[in-house]
């Protein structure tokens, strides 16, 4: 019973960390910008349009995640397919991809 209570709350613990990630103000941005910490939107942009030549920008936000700053942004490739994005604000690479 101890052990079942245990590894019940080990996965609730991984299950919280792994969710955080803070909004990020247009302040903060342009401070983590200007302190060369992250890119700017429009290196971020162009990462994000590199994978989908002609494509387009619907939304994006920078947050900040336990593994780091993160650009997650919605893409309407050329062919209409609407592909989500997370960047890392970094580096400008590509952490995950998935399809709408």
């Known amino acids: 019973m101890k052990l079942r209570i245990a590894l019940t709350f080990t996965a609730l613990a991984l299950a919280a960390g792994s969710a955080y990630a803070k909004d990020l103000t247009t302040t903060e941005i342009a401070d983590l910008v200007k302190a060369g910490t992250i890119l700017s939107q429009d290196k971020l942009d162009a990462a994000a349009l590199a ?50």
Not at 55 to 78: C, S
Not at 90 to 96: I, R
Request: net charge negative.
């Open 51 to 100: 994978e989908y030549p002609g494509g387009t920008i619907e939304e994006g936000e920078i947050e900040k995640h336990r593994r780091g700053y993160v650009y997650e942004v919605e893409v309407i490739a050329a062919n209409g397919d609407e592909w989500d994005l997370d960047i890392d604000a970094t580096n400008g690479k590509v952490l995950k991809k998935d399809q709408d």
